[in-house]
């Protein structure tokens, strides 16, 4: 009851301000979220936009996600944010010729909101979300390449196929990489930075940034039209190349 | 009144949440057999963990143990109906595998010898910890104070006569890599452990479908009389097995199936439930849980090397 009497005086006192929408994940981190990941620019909660996840983690270090998003003109950015993660910012996806859908696995160090902003053309920010619940700690190991010593024979090797499909063919891609957050004592920060997917005459069809929070060995699923094709280049924040072409 | 009833309900309430008592009740199964049937539930701070089935078995020697739960306390409370049941002491246990909810009440048992297979033991000090400390996350207070406390002794298989029961230990596996199942020639009980699960969807975290399936078709030709399942009803007949077996084989396929057609793991978490498992406990969390599991190896070998470009 008093904490309702206060929300209502704060309203009150805010309402000259943007006229903020209610978080409906109610998490406590969602102001912040909107200033750091949306510049605190003007938003709305809405349902053509959605993160797939399953309501708890099996696995934190490899929890799936999937983000669709249906009847959303002028995309200019998609950034993706955990708001309870030590490290929130888990990727920014720019398809540019593709359908604004992506699958990828990420880790999560406790339950937490996962979501997706979308930027339209007009500047306004489309959020949807999920909340996953997780045992924890996904974020604070080595990777196992790291662990086992064995991530430098196989650093930057991608493998991928090509599923052609009557609406939407399927790329799905799958680079070596330890992904290290360094949270993990003694390990520095070590990940895949970019990736552009480009078609066979070299046209981008999507731009991706990559954090700390993807999964080791990042696995990613794009629906990407009618292509069958692609060039993959990349970069990880030690200066190491991906560069790779994918045929069916 | 009504005041008077809601004290009431609180003060029954906090007793209830306070007592940590396990609702054990032994079930008569087979002559000198008893079962503790678990709920087909997963791990909660309401139901304390209390998912799985424990046995005994009375012999003229003394009591033969099949798993001892999930805490401390369930073992404990699980010992003390025991002996107050049958007047005997507890004489030896057996652990059928390497999960939590099968062996974290072993604490209670340090004075008498414990058998398991040797994945098994190896699956306890590998993983015991984290298990035990995942358990405390989901149930609670109803872990306070326990401990991993390893068997002790390596179970072989054969026959060997207890107290005028022909126990027959089995070494299999597919639900783990070390999955012993217990069969009393004496009065036909069969122990499975999780290799058969009844009405409560199969769970994954350590499995080889391939084997799981060879190792159901093992079972089935046992000359069972009755069957005690890990998780769900005790049967007297094949039925569970026949059930645990058609749900493997369309995890199988359709895990199989969706890593062929470029599937991503959530999409592959959302596939429909058949009807024939739609009313078995748990199906569609266990279906999640086993993509996490089990999907990964599966989808890479639908991959192939990408050319390095310049």
Same mark, same amino acid.
């Given at each position: ?248 | ?62 009591? %033969? ?6 805490? /401390?306390?369930?073992?404990?409370? @699980?010992? #003390?109906?025991?002996? +107050?049941? !049958? ?51 989901? %149930? ?6 326990? /401990?991993?406390?390893?068997?002790? @002794?390596? #179970?072989?298989?054969? +026959?060997? !006569? ?149």
């Amino acid at each position: 009851m008093i904490r309702h009497g206060r929300w209502l005086v704060f309203c009150l006192l805010c309402q000259t301000a943007v006229a903020a929408e209610p978080d409906p994940l109610n998490s406590p981190q969602w102001e912040a979220m909107h200033t750091r990941f949306l510049n605190g620019e003007p938003y709305t909660f809405d349902s053509k936009v959605t993160v797939e996840a399953p309501p708890e983690a099996e696995d934190s270090l490899n929890v799936p996600i999937a983000l669709r998003v249906t009847d959303l003109q002028g995309i200019q950015e998609m950034r993706v944010f955990a708001d309870l993660n030590p490290l929130p910012h888990v990727l920014n996806f720019r398809p540019k010729t593709i359908a604004p859908n992506l699958a990828f696995r990420m880790k999560l160090q406790q339950g937490s909101p996962v979501r997706v902003a979308v930027k339209t053309a007009d500047g306004l920010w489309h959020v949807g979300g999920t909340y996953v619940e997780a045992a924890g700690g996904g974020c604070t190991l080595p990777s196992l390449g790291t662990s086992s010593g064995d991530w430098s024979k196989t650093l930057g090797q991608v493998s991928a196929n090509v599923w052609e499909n009557p609406d939407n063919n399927r790329l799905r891609i799958r680079v070596m990489h330890p992904m290290d957050t360094g949270l993990a004592s003694g390990i520095p920060t070590f990940h895949i930075e970019n990736l552009n997917v480009k078609d066979a005459q070299g046209q981008v069809l999507a731009e991706l940034d990559l954090y700390e929070p993807i999964s080791e060995n990042p696995m990613l699923s794009l629906d990407v039209g009618k292509n069958t094709t692609f060039t993959l280049e990349g970069r990880d924040n030690n200066g190491n190349k991906i560069a790779a072409e994918v045929t069916p | 009144m009504k005041r008077w009833l809601l004290m009431l309900l609180l003060v029954n309430a906090t007793a209830v949440a306070e007592s940590f008592e396990y609702p054990l009740q032994p079930q008569p199964v087979a002559t000198d057999t008893y079962v503790i049937e678990g709920k087909t539930e997963d791990f909660s701070k309401q139901n304390g963990g209390f998912i799985v089935n424990t046995g005994f078995i009375v012999t003229t020697a003394g009591v %033969v143990v099949i798993d001892t739960g999930v805490s /401390r306390r369930f073992g404990e409370q @699980q010992r #003390a109906v025991i002996e +107050k049941l !049958t007047g005997k002491k507890v004489v030896r246990v057996y652990i059928t595998h390497h999960h939590p909810d099968h062996f974290l009440g072993n604490q209670t048992y340090t004075d008498v010898p414990i058998y398991a297979l040797p994945a098994t033991r190896d699956g306890i000090k590998a993983e015991g910890e984290m298990f035990s400390g995942n358990m405390y996350r989901m %149930v609670g207070d109803w872990m306070r104070d326990t /401990r991993v406390t390893p068997p002790t @002794q390596d #179970a072989k298989a054969g +026959k060997e !006569t207890v107290g005028g029961h022909e126990l027959e230990v089995i070494a299999l596996q597919g639900h783990t890599a070390g999955d012993l199942v217990l069969f009393d020639h004496t009065t036909g009980v069969l122990f499975s452990g999780d290799l058969v699960f009844n009405n409560r969807a199969a769970t994954t975290p350590h499995a080889t479908l391939a084997m799981w399936l060879t190792t159901l078709d093992s079972l089935q030709a046992l000359p069972f009389k009755t069957l005690v399942p890990g998780h769900g009803n005790v049967a007297s007949d094949t039925a569970p097995i026949q059930q645990t077996r058609a749900y493997l084989q369309w995890l199988q396929t359709t895990l199989e199936d969706a890593a062929a057609h470029g599937l991503d793991m959530l999409e592959v978490m959302q596939t429909p439930i058949p009807a024939d498992f739609q009313h078995v406990a748990l199906v569609q969390h266990e279906l999640r849980r086993s993509v996490s599991h089990l999907y990964p190896a599966l989808e890479q070998a639908h991959l192939k090397p990408a050319k390095p470009a310049e």
